[in-house]
Structure formats: structure tokens, C-alpha cells
């Protein structure tokens, strides 16, 4: 049975400054910042940047390829020696390194600013598994909502405090005051390194690492570990089906992440002040979102919050793809003369509360759907489906744009949620959730 406690709350605390922490680096290098500063400088193919845009899907592809082959077996290593502590902690290193490093691309520098992006989304991506392994260790099934959704929602602050100093001190993104701009890449990473030392001071490893069997090491432990999960995946027939529908969703929102600001940028045309007032409103309206559903969540349920949040997303895409349809219809219906940066504000609000609250209740549900004692690894199938997720939306978006053209390109979206939506509906909670309180370690397949 899992933990019928909560956690101390300097441990919940501790817990949800790592996403304080990396959510500075979602922001200042994969949304606001670094990939529109790559796009249109370091890469800078004028005047529709289609080409920066493809080695931008690229290098976060690659990036989540990777995780996808290493996350479930980090994960299945992790809960058999008791080291997901020591996991997170590497995952943590690297990400502030790699991304301290971009200081140093220059202009035209495209290899290199790949390969960065590529390690540091790489180490990111893989810390946010190991993070979300521990959420089923801090409380009760039932109070799982809200953990979540309280790290999400710090994490939000978090990316809003790093990315408010960021845009006050460093200014435009353009070419003309790149030798300030770059350095975002060591802001980035200096944040991470010290806002996330209170996870590592109170957030406890439990478990008891296991003997290896005599003539095995961890890599073959873990193997084995993920096989006999995979034979017994049928027992866990919700969890699985869920995994599927997450799939679907954070394509859609893996691409809303990476691709958002740069379709400000080139197809709304928004300036620099309106672009830092819609980072503010998604970001506030994200932190409401995650906070405020997690506590419904533990009123209503966890798939039925997960269900309402990918409808809000549907809402959000339609907002974003016809903000243009939008402002001339209010120009007619009302006489106002609004430009459609100032509507496209209105979008932000619907994709940062669908953001907030979709992202929080999806890792609640996995973690209500998950048994004690196979967290990490079952996070590592969740982070292996969500980055997989990543790169099939982004490597779609990619190619449909270079196609077809940005503004467009976003209604890929739209099908994404819409598939996700149906994928959850045979999901069962009360039964997914007996099914994983009944699970033992020694249990024999079915």
C-alpha cells in the first residue's frame, strides 16, 4: 500500500523548488528567449526563418529521443538501488553546465548551438522524471492533486521571477545586442543551481536498495526489471491506456512550449512589450491553473480533471490559430481598433490555465495509477511517453510549417488534444488505483 501520510512540509516544500528551478530553464532557453534567439539570429534565414525553425525541431527532438531510450531504464535502476536521489542530483549537473555554455555560441554557430541544446534539454528532460518519481512519496493517493499541482505552480513562479529578470536586464532579441542577450545561457543555469539546493537538503530517499544477483550489474538488473514490467503491463491495463492519451496531449503542449513565442514572432508580429505582457499572463494564469485544479482534483477526481483540462486546450488553439479572424470581428461587431497582439493576450490566458492544469493533473493521475515501489520506473515510462510525445509534435510541427507555413501549422494541435481526449475516456481511476495498492513485487504476472 502506498503512504497513507503526507510528507513533512519542509519535504513538499523541498520537493516542489525543483520545479521552481527548472522551470526557469523551460522558459529562458526552449520558450521566451533561446529558441527565438536561435531562429532568427544564430540561425537567421530571413524573412520566414522555416529553416532555423526545422533545426530548432531538431535539436529538441534528438534531445527527447534520448530520453526516451534512457528514462525507463534510469528509472528501473533507480527504484532497485535506492538512487534516485543520486540520479537527480547528475541530471541536475549537467543541465547547469551545458546551459551555461551557450554564452559561448556565436552567431552562425548552428552545429554548436545544437549540440547544447540537445545535452541540456537532454539532462533537463531527465530531471523532470527523476523529480516526479518521488510525488508518490509525499502523501496519500487522494493528496497527490495537490503536491502536483503546488510544484507546478511554483514552478511557474519560478520561471516568472528568472524570466522577469531576464527580459529587464537583458533586453531584445536581436543581433545588434546578442553580446548582452547571450547571456541568458549562464543566467539559466546559475538560477537552476541555486534555487534547486533545497531539494537536495530536504527531500529523503526512500527505499532500500536491493542486492545484485552474483554475475549482474545495475545495467542488466534494470533490463530485466523493464521486461517483466512490459509482461506485466495487463494488470496496469488504465495506467497504460492513460500513457497512451498523455502521449497526445503533450505532443500538442511540448509544442505550444517550444513553438508559442516564435509564432508570436512571426505570425502575430507582436512587439517586444506585448510578447513580455503575454509571458506574464501565462505564467500567472498557469500557476492558477495548476494550483487551483489541483485542489479540485481532489474533489472531482484526477481523470475527470485531466479530461476538463485537455477540453480547455481546444478552447486555447482555436483562440490562438483565428486571434486574426478574432480582432477583425471585433472591429466590426464593436468599432474598436485592437490589434491582434493585444487579442492574442486573450489566447494566453486560455493556453496558460489549460497549460497549468493539464501538465499538474496528467502527473497526479500517473502517480495515483502507479504501485509502491516501481515510482521511478513508472515515471520513466510517463517521461518516455511524453518525450516521445515531444518528438512527434515538434518534428511534425516542424515539417508542416516548413510546408505550409507557421500560422496554420498550429491546427496540428487541435487533432493532438482532440486524440487524447478519446484515448482517456476507458480509463477506470477506482479500479486503476486498486489495482496498484493490490501489486506486490513478488506478484506473479498474469
Partial sequence: MQTTELAPKSEIFGWGMFDFAN????????????????????????????????FWSLALAASYLMVVVANPLCGAIM???????????????????????????????????????????FAYSMGEGFISSFLTDLGPRQALGWISGLGWGMGYIGGLIATAFTLFFLGDVTLENYNTIRWVGPFAGIFFLLAAIPTFLWVRE???????????????????????????????????????????????????????????????????????????????TAAIGAIGFG??????????????????????????????????????WFGVDWQAQYVFLFAGVLAGTSLGSSQSAGRALVGVLTPNGKSAEFFGFWGMSSKLAAVFGIVGLGLIQWAFGLADAILFCLVLFVIAIICVLPVNEARGTQVADNWREDAPSN
Fill in 295 to 332: 485542489f479540485i482534483q481532489s474533489r472531482i477526481g484526477a481523470r475527470t480533471t485531466y479530461i476538463i483540462s485537455l477540453l480547455l486546450w481546444l478552447l486555447a488553439i482555436v483562440a490562438i490559430w483565428q486571434t486574426p479572424a478574432f480582432t477583425a470581428l471585433l472591429g466590426r
Fill in 79 to 121: 527504484d532497485y538501488s535506492a538512487s534516485r536521489k543520486r540520479f537527480l542530483f547528475a541530471s541536475y549537473l549537467l543541465t547547469v553546465f551545458t546551459t551555461a555554455l551557450l554564452y559561448f555560441v556565436e552567431p552562425g554557430w548552428i552545429a554548436v548551438a545544437m549540440l547544447l541544446i540537445l545535452l541540456s534539454n
Fill in 23 to 54: 522551470q526557469g530553464y523551460t522558459l529562458l532557453i526552449i520558450t521566451v528567449i533561446y529558441g527565438d534567439l536561435f531562429t532568427r539570429v544564430i540561425v537567421g534565414d530571413a524573412p520566414d526563418y522555416r529553416l532555423g525553425n526545422l
Fill in 206 to 284: 526512500r527505499g532500500t536498495a536491493q542486492k545484485l544477483p552474483p554475475g549482474q550489474g545495475l545495467m542488466e538488473v534494470g533490463v530485466a526489471r523493464i521486461k517483466r514490467t512490459l509482461a506485466e503491463i495487463q494488470q496496469f491495463r488504465d495506467l497504460r491506456t492513460l500513457l497512451i492519451s498523455i502521449f497526445f496531449a503533450m505532443a500538442g503542449i511540448y509544442i505550444i512550449i517550444a513553438f508559442s513565442f516564435i509564432y508570436g514572432a512571426q505570425v502575430i508580429g507582436w512587439d517586444e512589450a506585448v510578447r513580455n505582457y503575454m509571458f506574464v499572463t501565462v505564467q500567472v
